[in-house]
């Protein structure tokens, strides 16, 4: 029998019993059209996901790292935390060894503190000081107005937020005259006037209070001793544009980590020892002593590492957060409900798939004579198996087909109209994050979707094919 002969016996069989093969191709049609659905909700998430990693890449790449604060107490004497025995911190070495991590780039700590900057006639005392390894700002993503950002290299070197230099106010002032530009709720930037040009003007930066008021390095007298003031030439390389975040970045100042542990010992030595002039300024050499850091920022290579490496930071005992570390967790719960939904619809195609093994046994049985009369005739086994496999194998393609078809119109329906229960997470739009439609459906898909409904019906076909070709020949004819 040639092809032709055995596809024109398929198509006949096939539209000889409507209503069963019609059943049986809208069993396989549902099945299909419900995985093409439910993947298409997973891909269109991927989809987003992987969108808002590509806007984020630089960010993405960056973890912060924070010690366990549940497990610590707060000692009010020293205004410090204070963690149980056992528990790891944030020291020189647990960072070097963050650095070692497979696919970590650099690992910086983070620290901040207070200064008191002189720019005259302005002053100011400066909460927000944020200390890190100067090589580490380029990597921040901090876009800059005038300058640069920081450099390895810079000693006493400051970069400036957006909005940092509000904090200057004029020497002498006092409330209500004081003119605290920080507070200037609702104010356009443009209209808040600048009292200093932190870029040229020059600027000096200490650790003493007293400082504000004296203005100069004269020794000043204490009882039973005699403490200087210091100050330091300070050099403002860079501004950064405004971020929006007025009360975060906007209005701090970076500047190089062992610079700013340098002046916190000063402070401390300072504050806790009356010293006279000679012992003051000669035995503070350049140093600090071992620091455990509150936070630490680690970048890795790529993004494609930062979960795994976020994850090994978390086994080592401490807690690791990156910018899309919470989207990823909504993206892994939207899986998980996908995954049940691909489940049920794979179930449906299943009993599809038995459909059709039923469908072509009940065809075996009702062909029986006709399976005889080919025999006897000279049909070859093959060619009978072939007739039964091609029409299994039909019924699947053709229930695919339109199980894609009606998949393309559910993917419509979805990305159209409001369904309640595909309606976005809230837990996005309040994390700023943008939702597309919430299905697609690729060429892919429905590529592979057809594909898989035809073997399928074929896979169905088969064993219903082998008992036709193992019937007798004379038996068959016998049969009614």
Known sequence: MSNWDVLVMCLRNMFKRKLRTFLTILGVMVGTAAIVLMISLGLATEAQHRAQMEEAEDDMTMINVWMPWELGEWCNIEQRMVFPEGVP??????????????????????????????????????????????????????????????????????????????????????????GDRMWQWGVPDDQIPTWVDVMRAPMRVSFDRRFIQAGTDEPQPL????????????????????????????????????????????????????QDEWQFWFSAIRQRPPENFENVMVRVTDMRYTASVAETIEELGFRASYPGMHLNMLVAGQRQQQQLLAAIGA?????????????????????????????????????????????????GFFGGLFGVLLSLIGSYVLNNFDVPFMRPDPMLAMMGIEVGDPSLVTAWLCGAALVFAGIIGLVSGYFPARRATKLSALAAIRSE
């Open 89 to 178: 911190v944030l020291n020189d070495d647990m960072v070097d060894s963050f650095a070692h991590i497979p696919g970590v780039q650099l690992a910086s700590p983070i620290i901040r503190g207070s200064l008191f900057f002189r720019a005259d006639p302005y002053y100011m005392e400066a909460w927000d000081i944020t200390g890190i390894r100067p090589e580490v700002m380029q990597y921040m993503g901090l876009p800059v107005a005038e300058g640069r950002v920081l450099q390895g290299g810079d000693d006493f070197a400051v970069v400036f937020g957006a909005s940092a230099e509000r904090a200057f106010e004029l020497l002498g002032s006092t409330w209500p005259d004081r």
């Open 223 to 274: 009882t039973g001793g005699i403490r200087p003031i210091r100050s330091f030439n300070v050099d403002v390389v860079g501004l950064l544009q405004s971020t929006g975040d007025t009360w975060g970045v906007d209005r701090q100042i970076f500047m190089d980590i062992e610079t700013l542990l340098y002046l916190q010992n000063e402070r401390s030595i300072a504050e806790n020892a009356i």
């Open 347 to 395: 179930i449906s195609l299943i009993i599809a798939a038995i459909g059709i093994a039923n469908t072509m046994i009940m065809a075996v049985y009702e062909r029986t004579r006709e399976i005889g009369i080919m025999k006897v005739i000279g049909a070859a086994i093959s060619d009978i198996r072939r007739m039964f496999l091609l029409e299994s194998a039909m019924i």
